[in-house]
């Protein structure tokens, strides 16, 4: 018999009464001040940091729930495709690979196409899924985008774009590269519409998608502090043989440079697409 283990520890015990245990998931540190953030608080500020307003980033339903009128809004499936055209094996096998995300995503593929109205004025969003291998761009994302500018012009609604990609999936090769172009075909259904055609830059939007549909958007907004380019700061570095500046790539430095027009809080996403919208479909706020 052990007496410490078998009397004094549960003497102890009685005497002082049994702790709680304490969730170890309550709290999160800000990757950009390293300060600590309540859960609960976090997501009430909509998942901005409420110490330096770094904005941390969210998922595509979340994002659709704060742009869409009352949080309300129909999402569109996303078009069937080969799943693993090339038999691409890295690590694994891509078909398991993928099969793995969605299981773990809950999602099909990296984008999610969803309409309803900003303000009163319709509109159709292509969302991407960072947690969706990096958000990277497969023929499932061409044949989303094709299909959410299709469902824009038929219903005559501005296409709202929100990239958050690291590029191309390298698991489907060319025929991921070839999503570039027929991006862009999506875009120019809903110019030649005369539908306003609307991005909004997230962190990160790189590679082939800032490349392609990304940038040639009627109107760019950007979310503070995200990065957005093409190639990496080391790559590009390396190729002009000069340092870059701190803020390099970030969508501040973009929007100082000309090419992003407005650096939109996300707490003010909803007003100021509501405020673009209105201008560009040329209606008219109706008085509450």
């Known amino acids: 018999m052990n007496w410490l283990t078998d009397f004094i520890r549960p003497r102890v015990r009685s005497l002082v009464g049994e702790q709680k245990e304490v969730p170890d998931n309550l709290w999160q540190q800000c990757p950009s001040c390293e300060g600590m953030l309540f859960h609960r608080d976090l997501a009430e500020n909509m998942n901005v940091c409420y110490h330096c307003n770094h904005h941390l980033r969210i998922t595509a339903k979340e994002r659709l729930k704060i742009m869409f009128d009352a949080g309300k809004y129909e999402t569109l499936g996303v078009p069937s495709v080969p799943h693993d055209p090339l038999k691409f094996k890295d690590r694994k096998k891509y078909a398991d690979r993928l099969k793995e995300t969605q299981s773990k995503t809950g999602l099909k593929d990296a984008i999610t196409i969803a309409k309803g109205t900003i303000d009163g004025q ?43 990609s690291g590029g191309a999936r390298m698991q489907e090769g060319m025929l991921s590269l070839m999503q570039m172009p027929r991006s862009i075909i999506a875009v120019e259904m809903v110019k030649e519409a005369r539908l306003p055609y609307i991005v909004l830059l997230t962190d990160p939007t790189t590679g082939g998608v800032s490349a392609s549909f990304a940038m040639v958007g009627d109107i760019h907004l950007a979310e503070p502090g995200s990065m957005i380019g093409f190639a990496g700061r080391r790559v590009i570095e390396e190729t002009v043989r000069e340092t870059l500046p701190d803020d390099f790539q970030t969508a501040e430095y973009l929007q100082e440079h000309g090419m992003v027009d407005m650096v939109v809080n996300r707490k003010d996403l909803h007003e100021t697409l509501g405020r673009i919208l209105r201008l560009l479909m040329n209606t008219e706020k109706k008085a509450a």
């Open 122 to 164: 319709k509109a159709v969003v292509a969302a991407f899924n960072f947690s969706f291998m990096g958000g990277s761009m497969g023929t499932a994302v061409g044949e989303g985008l094709i299909k959410a500018a299709q469902e824009a012009v038929k219903d005559h609604a501005a296409f709202i774009a929100i990239p958050s």
